[in-house]
């Protein structure tokens, strides 16, 4: 028999190792590897299909023009805050301002009341902001029955944006209208048109006033 070397003798070794393993592996398959982790069951909210965008903080500032429109100065601009916007916290910002449309110089104007950096759902803001502008269109303290919010475009920055009419107001065809996305949420009562044209001149207002 011949000598073998260290090196041979340790690889005839190991061949004989190999072939009592696969003896004992009928299907003479290797040891599976270890399972990964198992994918954490928490899945994200599918991004709007009309407005992706919507996913990123915003924040909301006073605009001289918004949509076209023109914020009232002097002593017939609103002065005080008419609708409750609910607890306000640190870095939040409150913007409440109203608008004239193009040649108003008398009459009632567009309403606008908005918040950023909500702590909550911004979706729940947007109902208390809503029905405190209900209470204030209705002359405070009126239930009134407005009807359904219908959704429509909200525009580049996403989220949604929603309008309703309240034909039990003084004035049948006022409509108010509400966004919120991630961060922010805003209500704007328009009076004397239609949800439709309300929900562009909103979207439209909103470009200017959230960034």
Not at 88 to 110: E, F, K
Not at 116 to 144: C, F, M
Request: hydrophobic share 40%; aromatic share 4%; proline share 9%.
């Amino acid at each position: 028999m011949p000598i073998r070397g260290p090196r041979t003798l340790l690889a005839t070794i190991a061949l004989a190792t190999t072939l009592t393993l696969t003896a004992c592996d009928p299907a003479g398959e290797a040891e599976a590897p270890p399972a990964l982790p198992a994918a954490s069951a928490t899945v994200s909210a599918p991004a709007s299909s009309t407005s992706p965008a919507g996913s990123g903080k915003h924040t909301l500032a006073e605009a001289a023009t918004a949509g076209g429109l023109t914020k009232a100065t002097g002593a017939g601009a609103v002065s005080d805050v008419p609708v409750d916007p609910g607890e306000m916290r640190d870095g939040m910002h409150l913007v409440v301002a109203d608008y004239n449309r193009a040649g108003q110089t008398s009459g009632r104007r567009i309403l606008f009341v908005g918040v950023d950096n909500v702590p909550e759902d911004p979706n729940k803001r947007r109902e208390h902001l809503w029905r405190g502008l209900i209470d204030y269109a209705l002359q405070n303290g009126s239930t009134g029955t407005p009807t359904t919010a219908k959704p429509y475009e909200p525009g580049p920055f996403g989220g949604s944006l929603e309008c309703l009419s309240l034909p039990e107001s003084a004035n049948a065809t006022d409509i108010i209208c509400g966004w919120s996305d991630t961060t922010t949420a805003a209500v704007a009562l328009f009076p004397r048109t239609t949800p439709a044209d309300a929900a562009r001149l909103f979207a439209a207002m909103r470009a200017d006033l959230e960034h």
